[in-house]
């Protein structure tokens, strides 16, 4: 296991996250997973022992429930909580008021007092907000977060979700009001879902936030256990829960291209999908989730993988995004300005 910056931070983090949404199952999550307590605690302690220090959430998973089996799956692993990189988010409805969803001041107020009574800790290390809110200013939400970072109910925050424009405008917003700066970004990337490329992980980079990837095996379709006919495993996620959209010929493309590197290495194809991630540049860390141990100890061998010049070559040519304005015109007309 690898850790990096949180951002443009000090704190560290594992290359690998692990992520809860499996965790309660109540509602609507029913169908992504419901997992008990005695199974996290188990999923829990099984992540720390192989190197995770960074563990995701979010209010609204299983309606707050994930939560609450999360922050004691963490104190039943008898490790201290300065151990462990805590994240949550807010952002989605948690109630039947007006006002019981978004990114408005007063939906964080009172989403990160419930989500801290709910992880059962006095401090979230990273607070992000779950998605774009078209109706609350940016300004608002950026002053909200900092002063949560004040008064230490939380040590850092950022964003999930949201498009470049509007994280790079939040960057200006807390430089301008001398406010703490966001330092990451929570969003879906794999192999076959290459669209930040364009706009955001060029932004992220240059400002050098935090890249946190969401579903890296796009809801399980790139486990290399589907087929193009529209077979897969019984009861899957996939089969029950189609998310996130892919296009699925060009997924299964990469799976074949994928498919000869796993054999000769003797590993699943999910685990060279998650390498090929792990193998770029701007991921800070990656979230995996797990219905049971034995899922999660195949996506922790991805860490053991190290691919090759010519393998990495090879999958990003079959993934490479097709040519888009203005990319292809910059290419063409400032391709040759580089230093050296």
């Known amino acids: 296991m690898r850790y990096k910056t949180l951002g443009n931070s000090g704190l560290l983090v594992s290359e690998l996250c692990l992520g809860t949404m499996t965790f309660g199952g109540k509602g609507f999550w029913t169908a992504i997973g419901a997992l008990d307590q005695s199974v996290a605690d188990g999923i829990v302690a099984h992540a720390l022992e192989g190197g995770i220090n960074f563990i995701d ?107 470049a424009w509007a994280l790079m405008k939040s960057l200006g917003i807390a430089d301008k009001g001398g406010w703490t700066r966001p330092v990451t970004l929570q969003a879906y990337y794999t192999i076959a879902g290459r669209d930040l490329e364009r706009e955001i992980v060029p932004l992220m980079e240059a400002e050098k936030l935090g890249l946190m990837v969401w579903s890296p095996l796009a809801g399980g379709l790139l486990s290399g256990k589907y087929s193009r006919d529209g077979g897969g495993p019984e009861g899957s996620r996939r089969v029950s829960f189609d998310f996130p959209p892919v296009n699925k ?34 991921v800070m860390s990656v979230i995996i989730g797990a219905k049971n141990t034995d899922q999660l100890a195949d996506n922790l061998a991805a860490t053991e993988i190290r691919l090759t010049a010519e393998e990495m070559t090879a999958l990003d040519s079959v993934s490479a995004l097709p040519p888009e304005y203005p990319g292809w015109m910059i290419a063409r007309q400032s391709g040759d300005r580089k230093a050296g």
């Open 57 to 163: 959430t979010a209010d609204v998973y299983s309606e707050g429930l994930s939560e609450e089996i999360t922050g004691r799956a963490i104190k039943n692993s008898g490790r201290a909580r300065s151990d462990v990189v805590l994240a949550t988010k807010v952002f989605g409805k948690m109630g039947d008021g007006q006002n019981d969803r978004g990114a408005s001041r007063g939906h964080i107020m009172d989403g990160v007092k419930a989500s801290l009574k709910r992880l059962g800790t006095d401090y979230i290390d990273l607070y992000q907000i779950h998605a774009f809110d078209p109706l609350t200013p940016i300004e608002e939400t950026v002053r909200a977060l900092s002063d949560l970072v004040q008064q230490g109910h939380i040590r850092y925050f950022g964003f999930s979700n949201w498009p």
């Open 249 to 282: 010929e060009r997924a299964f493309d990469c799976i074949d291209a994928m498919r000869p590197t796993a054999e000769a290495r003797g590993v699943s194809v999910a685990r060279i999908a998650l390498a090929w991630l792990l193998h770029r540049q701007s």
